[in-house]
Antibody, heavy 118, light 110 residues
Framework: QVQLQESGPGLVKPSETLSLTCTVP????????WSWIRQPPGKGLEYIGY???????NYNPSLKSRVTISVDTSKNQFSLKLRSVTAADTAVYYC????????????WGQGTLVTVSS | QSVLTQPPSVSAAPGQKVTISCSGT????????VSWYQQLPGTAPKLLIY???KRPSGIPDRISGSKSGTSATLGITGLQTGDEADYYC???????????FGGGTKLTVL
């Protein structure tokens, strides 16, 4: 298991782009599919997508048109961009490590609350 | 509407046993491994069970998992008040090509 840390603005205006970054331990960037998962207040977990260190990505079909996940291996970071946000995108956003067999999610960051409001 | 179906809540007395079900289809649970996550109030989820029935180090053996066909079950024996949490099942969905979760089950230890 690994320690993950999300960072980014806690408030985003409607129609703008939500941007978050997750820092992973040095040396681990090639070991997992690096994922984003969110949880609206009082609701369940929703998978957003993942990226591998070589750049291949996978996105939730319901969010695919608005999501981009990227990786910077030199900084041991991966990032989430969610475009054209609305109040429905208000959630705690978690970065997480999905094992490459796709069998389980190994570790989670502490989560960061992003509120969409003007 | 979650792809995997869990009961919204379960409850039992301290010391008792509880099971939480997770129902899916042939493209997710029926084809892939299931994992379970515990989310204590105000915290991030934590891996409890992987590969249907394996426990990560540090998870006690009173926690168990099983899978049959397109359903999976989490079992917790010797319930403690510290077990009060939300529990989520998860797996890869081959048809959607995406990770899917159950809607979560709130466990109350009466």
């Amino acid at each position: 298991q690994v320690q993950l840390q999300e960072s980014g603005p806690g408030l985003v205006k409607p129609s703008e782009t939500l941007s978050l970054t997750c820092t992973v331990p040095g040396g681990s960037i090639s070991r997992y599919y690096w994922s984003w998962i969110r949880q609206p207040p009082g609701k369940g977990l929703e998978y957003i997508g993942y990226i591998y260190h070589r750049g291949s990505t996978n996105y939730n079909p319901s969010l695919k048109s608005r999501v981009t996940i990227s990786v910077d291996t030199s900084k041991n970071q991966f990032s989430l961009k969610l475009r054209s946000v609305t109040a429905a995108d208000t959630a705690v956003y978690y970065c997480a490590s999905l094992v490459t067999s796709l069998n389980w999610i190994d570790s989670w960051g502490q989560g960061t609350l992003v509120t969409v409001s003007s | 509407q979650s792809v995997l179906t869990q009961p919204p809540s379960v409850s039992a007395a301290p010391g008792q046993k509880v099971t939480i079900s997770c129902s899916g289809t042939s493209s997710n649970i029926g084809y892939n491994f299931v994992s379970w996550y515990q989310q204590l109030p105000g915290t991030a989820p934590k891996l409890l069970i992987y590969d249907n029935n394996k426990r990560p180090s540090g998870i006690p053996d009173r926690i168990s998992g099983s899978k049959s066909g397109t359903s999976a079950t989490l079992g917790i024996t010797g319930l403690q008040t510290g077990d009060e949490a939300d529990y989520y099942c998860g797996t890869w969905d081959t048809r959607l090509s995406a990770w899917v979760f159950g809607g979560g089950t709130k466990l109350t230890v009466l």
